[in-house]
Structure formats: structure tokens, C-alpha cells
């Protein structure tokens, strides 16, 4: 197996673009791009990456998935007309490591299947050293079942005014890998087992950032520095066995899990990396999505407009320790969502309501709660998009993280300058407006402000098919934990791989 693995990397690298064997091109095969999701089209010339061309044929093309959009129907078709090519093992009616996922329904797809494709269309550099290499790797790779997504970023934040007998300047490197490796299949594809994995690392440019970071400095309820992965070595939130079934609609876990790559996605808020960097636009905020955690999730989807997903872990679990050790029944939560997906709605366009609830089980007391996410598009035609997140919780469910109720909404304009080149969904950038309230929980005692808001400005500038630019500015009103005035700037510049 090891030797396959390395003749497969060895050749995608020398020969690029040229196929191996029984991967010749056709001249049917179009390379696509989802336009951030929401829309499927044949790239021509000027909007494809050379580094995508040369990294990989049109025909063994899986284009990136964005989690919170349902795969389009392209998408998938794409993937059911391609042919493994007799590529992995096997046995019986099985394919073991095959060259393409089993079957999804569209919503699971989304949040299952990373796809190959990492170099993205871009008008400004349309190849690139990196970009070329890093798609000949993957391409090779899921070749064997191996599909992810990896992030490194470094972030320079600064604070104004500076908090008093606090520092005010942090930089660091933040990096990311998840993925999905696909193990078996059937023969048709309706079933499957993979496995899920996370690692995250990263390193403050002389400071700790367990100990010291924008949050602490300014005591923030809120995380504006959402990018900070790091700060003791490289740790493991997430590694657990997979399932799915019944052609896709069905997907079981087991194993130590990361609940946030699953439940609470929303397409236009929902990473520190190319989305508004506060966290608490990430995810939201009182929704006990536990990673380094023991626990199962169970995920359905009967029909492309319904699914329903619930997963209970512990919540105690310490990174990079055995979660086994941790398991308690004073220390659980279960969350559970359900999905409405309407591809039109009003007259709007795409959007996605999902509806959330908890209960909990933490320092012997049991809670509760419940939240929104919603997402839509706001125009049948429009770039631009509204998102919103909103919970309420018990005092025993707020414990679990410090925070008793939180709405976030804002607007986000993508392809915001132009139809064709620079700034056009052909370089993927986009503007983003954001607000959030935050109400500490009495877990969170004692408190300067119970009540924390902020406003965030984030701007993405893609520069390479895997690079971007992406300048943010935060103001933080009433901070909980402030010992110094009711508000600051907060001021960040990353700059991010996308792999």
C-alpha cells in the first residue's frame, strides 16, 4: 500500500497534467466551479486557474464543498459519473480506499466530502509554485480516498486603545487540517465507512497564546482573535469512524469528535479563515459544540429539502488526552438540529433555517435551550446574503460556556465589485458586515458588563488560487470582564493558504 501511495504522489508531481494510464483527458470533461456554493458553471479560460489545469484533469476534478450550502446537483452528478478507474483494492462486491467518496445526499455532502480541489479561479495570479504543487498532491491523494482541507494563516491583530497593564500587539501563525478518508465503498456507492480527522497547531509570535490574547487583554465575553489555533504544539479535536447509508441519507460517528465541523453551519459566517474572525460569528456562542470529546452523531437526510442531525459528547475532555479518562455522566451534552432548505424562497433565492436545541449535564446539574441559524440569499440574482444566530439558554446550560443568551447577524456581499475579473466570483473575494450581543451567563461572575456587543468589518482579497488578504476591523462596546473604559478597536490583518 505504502509503495502505491508514493509511485501515485510521484507521478502526479512529474508529469503534472498529464494523465496516468487509463486517465485520459476527454474532451467532454469541464472543470467547474461552485462560485462560492451556491451556483454551479463551467469555468472558460479566463476564469480557470492554470495551477488547476495543470494540476489535474477536468474528469478527476471534485470541486471544494462549502459547508451550510447543499452540494448542487452538478456537483454530485459530477461525482456519480466518475469512474474510479480501477483505483483501489478489491474485494468482494467492495472497494477499499477508492478514488471517489460513496453517495451523500446533498446537504451531508457538503459537510462529509472536502473534494480535490484547492486551486481556486483567480484573475489576479492565476498560477503559482505553491498553488500548482499543493492541487498535484491532492489530487494524488484522493486518489487512495484521501480528502481534506488545510489552512495556514499568519494574523496580525492589534488594540486601540491599549488596555492598561495589558499588551495591545499579537501576532501569530494559525494552522489547520481536516478531512475525510474514505475507506470502503460498495459497488454502487450507497454505503460506505470513512474515517474523520483534525489537527490544529499554530505558534504566538512571542507571546503564549493559552495565556495571552486579544480576549484576555481587552476581557472580552466574545473572542475576536477567532483565527488562534495554537499555543501547545499540534492537537488532535477530532478522530472517529464513520458511516453512511441507505444511498447517503443516513450518517453515523463514533469516536473522539468535533462537533463545530458539523451542527451550526452557516455559509455566509462560519470561518475565522475567509468569514468575519470574531468567534463568535463562527458558531454560536451558547451552543455546547464540544470538540476532544468522546461521542456520537447521528446525521438524516430523507429529501434535498430536510434534515435533522444530534450528537451527544462529553464535555470535559482535556486536548491530546486519552477522551476515555473523561467520561462522565455529570459532564455531557446533547445538541440536536433540524434543516429546512428551500432553494427558493419568496422570491429570495437559496436560504437554510435551522432550528437547535440542548440539554446538558454539567457540575451535576441538568439545563437547557434552544437557538436559530438562519441563512438566505436576499435576491433571486443577488451576491448579497443575510445570516443571523440566536440562542437562549438556562442558567445550569449556560456554564457550560459562560454565556446565557447571543444573537449575531449581519450582511455579506460576495463578488462584490465586478461580473468579470478582479473582484468578480471568479476571485472568490467578498465584504462582510456583522453585529453581535452577547448576555453573560452568572457563571461568568463577577462582571463589569453583563451585557457585550460589537461590530465587525471583514474584507477577502484573493491574490493566488490558494492565497488571500483578508483585513478585519472589530469595535467591542461594554466588554464583561473590562477593568479599563467600555470599548476598543481591535484591528487584524491575516493572510491565508487555503489548500
Given at each position: 500500500m505504502k509503495i502505491r501511495i508514493i509511485r501515485t504522489l510521484w507521478a502526479s508531481l512529474l508529469i503534472g497534467g498529464a494523465a496516468l494510464g487509463d486517465e485520459t483527458q476527454s474532451a467532454a470533461a469541464k472543470y467547474l466551479d461552485t462560485a462560492m456554493g451556491w451556483d454551479a458553471y463551467e469555468m472558460n479560460s479566463g476564469h480557470l486557474p492554470r495551477s488547476l489545469a495543470k494540476g489535474m484533469e477536468a474528469e478527476r476534478q471534485m470541486t471544494r464543498r462549502h459547508a451550510g450550502v447543499p452540494t448542487h446537483d452538478r456537483l454530485l452528478q459530477q461525482l456519480r459519473d466518475h469512474v474510479d478507474n480501477g483505483k483501489g483494492w478489491q474485494v468482494g462486491s467492495w472497494l477499499l480506499f477508492p478514488g471517489t467518496p460513496q453517495h451523500f445526499m446533498p446537504y451531508l455532502d457538503s459537510v462529509?466530502?472536502?473534494?480535490?480541489?484547492?486551486?481556486?479561479?483567480?484573475?489576479?495570479?492565476?498560477?503559482?509554485?505553491?498553488?500548482?504543487?499543493?492541487?498535484?498532491?491532492?489530487?494524488?491523494?484522493?486518489?487512495?480516498?484521501?480528502?481534506?482541507?488545510?489552512?495556514?494563516?499568519?494574523?496580525?491583530?492589534?488594540?486601540?486603545?491599549?488596555?492598561?497593564?495589558?499588551?495591545?500587539?499579537f501576532?501569530?501563525?494559525?494552522?489547520?487540517?481536516?478531512?475525510?478518508?474514505?475507506?470502503?465503498?460498495?459497488?454502487?456507492?450507497?454505503?460506505?465507512?470513512?474515517?474523520?480527522f483534525e489537527a490544529d497547531w499554530g505558534q504566538g509570535v512571542n507571546f503564549n497564546e493559552r495565556r495571552e490574547s486579544a480576549q484576555q487583554s481587552l476581557g472580552t465575553l466574545s473572542d475576536p482573535q477567532g483565527s488562534l489555533r495554537g499555543g501547545n504544539g499540534v492537537f488532535l479535536p477530532q478522530l472517529a469512524l464513520g458511516y453512511s447509508g441507505f444511498d447517503g441519507q443516513l450518517v453515523v460517528l463514533a469516536g473522539m469528535l468535533d462537533t463545530s465541523n458539523y451542527l451550526d453551519q452557516n455559509a455566509y459566517s462560519a470561518s475565522w479563515s475567509g468569514n468575519l474572525t470574531n468567534g463568535a460569528f463562527n458558531?454560536?456562542?451558547?451552543?455546547?459544540?464540544?470538540?476532544?470529546?468522546?461521542?456520537?452523531?447521528?446525521?438524516?437526510?430523507?429529501?434535498?429539502?430536510?434534515?435533522?442531525?444530534?450528537?451527544?459528547?462529553?464535555?470535559?475532555?482535556?486536548?491530546?488526552?486519552?477522551?476515555?479518562?473523561?467520561?462522565?455522566?455529570?459532564?455531557?451534552?446533547?445538541?440536536?438540529?433540524?434543516?429546512?432548505?428551500?432553494?427558493?424562497?419568496?422570491?429570495?433565492?437559496?436560504?437554510?433555517?435551522?432550528?437547535?436545541?440542548?440539554?446538558?449535564?454539567?457540575?451535576?446539574?441538568?439545563?437547557?435551550?434552544?437557538?436559530?441559524?438562519?441563512?438566505?440569499?436576499?435576491?433571486?440574482?443577488?451576491?448579497?446574503?443575510?445570516?443571523?444566530?440566536?440562542?437562549?439558554?438556562?442558567?445550569?446550560?449556560?456554564?457550560?460556556?459562560?454565556?446565557?443568551?447571543?444573537?449575531?447577524?449581519?450582511?455579506?456581499?460576495?463578488?462584490?465589485?465586478?461580473?468579470?475579473g478582479w473582484g468578480s466570483r471568479s476571485n472568490n473575494d467578498q465584504i462582510a458586515l456583522g453585529f453581535l450581543w452577547e448576555r453573560a451567563a452568572s457563571s461568568s461572575k463577577p462582571y463589569a458588563h453583563k451585557n457585550e456587543y460589537g461590530l465587525e468589518l471583514s474584507a477577502v482579497v484573493q491574490l493566488t488560487p490558494t492565497?488571500?488578504?483578508?483585513?478585519?476591523?472589530?469595535?467591542?462596546?461594554?466588554?464583561?470582564?473590562?477593568?479599563?473604559?467600555?470599548?476598543?478597536?481591535?484591528?487584524?490583518?491575516?493572510?491565508?493558504?487555503?489548500?
Open positions: 462529509f466530502v472536502p473534494g480535490n480541489t484547492c486551486a481556486e479561479p483567480c484573475r489576479i495570479i492565476g498560477e503559482d509554485l505553491i498553488s500548482t504543487s499543493a492541487q498535484r498532491v491532492k489530487k494524488a491523494l484522493s486518489g487512495i480516498g484521501l480528502q481534506y482541507d488545510m489552512t495556514l494563516s499568519f494574523n496580525y491583530t492589534t488594540l486601540a486603545p491599549r488596555p492598561s497593564g495589558y499588551r495591545s500587539d501576532a501569530a501563525f494559525n494552522n489547520s487540517l481536516s478531512g475525510s478518508w474514505f475507506l470502503a465503498k460498495d459497488a454502487d456507492g450507497s454505503q460506505g465507512v470513512f474515517l474523520v458558531l454560536n456562542p451558547c451552543l455546547p459544540l464540544e470538540w476532544a470529546n468522546w461521542g456520537y452523531l447521528t446525521a438524516w437526510q430523507p429529501n434535498p429539502h430536510f434534515y435533522t442531525m444530534y450528537a451527544t459528547t462529553g464535555c470535559n475532555g482535556k486536548i491530546n488526552h486519552n477522551p476515555f479518562q473523561y467520561i462522565s455522566s455529570n459532564a455531557w451534552v446533547n445538541v440536536g438540529e433540524i434543516g429546512f432548505i428551500s432553494e427558493d424562497f419568496l422570491g429570495l433565492g437559496p436560504g437554510t433555517y435551522r432550528f437547535q436545541y440542548t440539554i446538558t449535564r454539567y457540575k451535576g446539574e441538568t439545563g437547557s435551550g434552544a437557538a436559530i441559524n438562519f441563512q438566505q440569499q436576499l435576491g433571486k440574482d443577488s451576491k448579497l446574503g443575510f445570516f443571523t444566530r440566536c440562542a437562549y439558554m438556562d442558567e445550569d446550560a449556560a456554564t457550560v460556556s459562560d454565556v446565557k443568551a447571543c444573537a449575531t447577524a449581519g450582511l455579506v456581499l460576495q463578488a462584490p465589485f465586478r461580473s468579470d492565497f488571500f488578504l483578508q483585513p478585519d476591523v472589530q469595535y467591542i462596546f461594554d466588554p464583561v470582564h473590562s477593568t479599563d473604559g467600555s470599548g476598543a478597536f481591535v484591528f487584524q490583518l491575516q493572510g491565508v493558504y487555503k489548500f
